[in-house]
């Protein structure tokens, strides 16, 4: 028998129907369509507005698709994995009640967080599992309701992030497809310069910090640009020189789309055509675990049998790495 890889075999997506323009944000804070997209790439953003509805909502929308489209029984699913940075509360874990919600009722379930690699790392994870041989069928969902942690008087945030859920389903592969090799990567030294102060166990929530607007996210944005640019950029080109891939044996860079000057940095450095730069980030914005399974729900039709995907991301932490997929149908 062939060695056991861990391959996607189905994708699904949501985002929103509210969408916040470029127009509409000058309305709220200072800043101009023209300074936005020159400096981030995005145009727009969508956001999830109705009252009561969390990330959940946006997991269990992006998962009932995948389900639908695949004609996949629920019941099958061994595992359900969430990365996210927004669950729906502390403690009782988000991960959970979306399983059950969609009918996973055989499965077990955790969030998994860690930034804006969240849904990368999570790839790494669900890849361990189907490895093992204990199980089957792995659904990883990459979601977000950014919005519920911004602040929309900062221009400095708020023009970047937005909500949306991608998921993909993880099953064996004996023909050598899927996931191939992975470099992940993480250092605590970006802990000060992208995080929320106020709400965990070194901070609790009270009047003077809900005052002091510390639960919204911080950004310090040069450095964080900073670290993306060397950190996306390097384990890209590492993992293509480790793996003997020319810009020629790439077919797709799925990159988080946190910044398309990001981006654009990690493709040249690959070397790579811009034909083959999958980009998504001007419809949606930043979605933090979001933004990789939503490049694969936009581009699903462009895959064919064998190409070669090479994700990267970077975020909060900090966290970053690199992951090479043969796709599988």
Not at 38 to 62: C, M, N, P
Request: charged content about 20%.
């Amino acid at each position: 028998m062939n060695k056991v890889t861990a391959a996607i075999t189905a994708v699904g997506g949501y985002v929103p129907d509210f969408v916040l323009s470029n127009k509409l944000l000058e309305t709220m804070v200072d800043t101009n369509d023209e300074w936005i997209l020159t400096r981030t790439g995005i145009s727009e953003r969508r956001l999830l507005k109705e009252s009561g509805k969390g990330t959940s909502y946006l997991a269990i929308k992006a998962a009932q698709d995948l389900l639908e489209k695949s004609k996949i029984d629920p019941k099958e699913i061994d595992l359900v994995i969430l990365a996210t940075t927004t669950p729906d509360m502390p403690v009782a874990s988000t991960a959970v009640f979306v399983a059950t919600q969609i009918g996973a009722v055989n499965a077990f379930a955790y969030d998994l967080q860690a930034a804006c690699s969240g849904f990368l790392f999570g790839m790494s994870t669900a890849a361990a599992y189907i490895e093992s041989g204990r199980y089957k069928k792995v659904l990883l969902i990459g979601a977000d309701k950014m919005s519920s942690i911004i602040d929309y008087t900062d221009r400095a945030t708020c023009i970047i992030f937005g909500d949306g859920a991608g998921a993909v389903l993880f099953e064996p592969n004996y023909e050598g497809l899927g996931i191939q090799d992975e470099i992940l990567r993480s250092d605590g030294i970006g802990r000060e310069y992208l995080k929320i102060d106020a709400g965990g166990s070194i901070l609790p929530a009270s009047k003077e910090t809900v005052e002091n607007g510390l639960h919204y996210v911080f950004q310090d944005g040069k450095t964080v640009y900073k670290y993306a640019v060397s950190g996306m950029a390097d384990v890209s080109e590492k993992i293509m020189r480790r793996n003997n891939l020319s810009n020629n044996d790439v077919n797709w860079l799925i990159a988080h789309q946190a910044n398309k000057r990001i981006i654009d940095a990690t493709a040249s450095r690959m070397e790579l055509d811009q034909n083959k730069v999958l980009i998504n980030i001007h419809k949606y914005g930043n979605t933090t675990s979001a933004t990789l399974p939503l490049l694969l729900f936009d581009f699903e039709k462009k895959f064919k049998k064998g190409d070669n995907l090479v994700f990267a991301a970077f975020g909060g932490g900090f966290t970053w790495g690199s992951i090479y997929l043969k796709w599988a149908y």
